[in-house]
Nanobody
Framework: QVQLVESGGGLVQAGGSLRLSCAASERTFSSAAMGWFRQAPGKEREFVAAISWSGSSKYYGSSVKGRSTIATDNAKNMVYLQMNSLKPDDTAVYYC??????????????????WGQGTRVTVSS
């Protein structure tokens, strides 16, 4: 059974940092790429970042580019999202996703087949 489990969310002050983690099951590991999306209250889900499982290709959404880093640990089937200089606008539920296929970059929700349950990030001003 495919599983993605996010962790690392929480409450942080503006300007602070968080590292989100996503644990992927063995079957998800065979997907071509992993991504992070977020959904703020009352807003549509937004692309944050994507990475190929090899780690050689990375792609960031404009809202986090320059402040965030996505990385994988293949040995542990883990994907991470390091977020720095957090702003109140970063407040959202963050979702990890796995997608197959050869298209790149993968920034559309429809390019992802499996999703985690999300981890909440709240940035206070």
């Amino acid at each position: 059974q495919v599983q993605l489990v996010e962790s690392g969310g929480g409450l942080v002050q503006a300007g602070g940092s968080l590292r989100l983690s996503c644990a992927a099951s063995e079957r998800t590991f065979s997907s071509a790429a992993m991504g992070w999306f977020r959904q703020a209250p009352g807003k549509e889900r937004e692309f944050v970042a994507a990475i190929s499982w090899s780690g050689s290709s990375k792609y960031y959404g404009s809202s986090v580019k320059g402040r965030s880093t996505i990385a994988t640990d293949n040995a542990k089937n883990m994907v991470y999202l390091q977020m720095n200089s957090l702003k109140p606008d970063d407040t959202a539920v963050y979702y990890c996703a796995a997608g197959g296929g050869s298209s790149w970059p993968k920034y559309r929700e429809r390019e992802y087949d499996y999703w985690g349950q999300g981890t909440r990030v709240t940035v206070s001003s």
